[in-house]
């Protein structure tokens, strides 16, 4: 998954990551860097979609794009987790994202 902070940076120059996020059942839940994030609707900023239950910061969590425009403005991309790369490269060569391989 692509995660970026939005809290204190300006639109889409936070830090952000390609790397594995775990969801609730629900998937209103996201576990991250041993942050609990929920998915929150009214944040205080309009484009983040999931918020940190500890500390308020907003957060954007979405699937990569091939493209590798996830931020639109950032100065560099996101950083690429050891444990996701190779994940991370076979989806940027065309395979599906691992657990999507059926649609």
Known sequence: MFVQ????YDTDRGPSWIGWVDFSKSWKTAYFHGRTLRRGTGLGL????????????DFWISGPKRDRSDTRYGPEGPTVEDDAADAYRAFLQ???????EDG
């Open 5 to 8: 902070l939005k809290t204190g």
């Open 46 to 57: 309009p484009d983040a979609n999931f918020y940190d239950v500890a500390t308020n910061e």
């Open 94 to 100: 065309g395979a599906p994202l691992p657990g999507r």
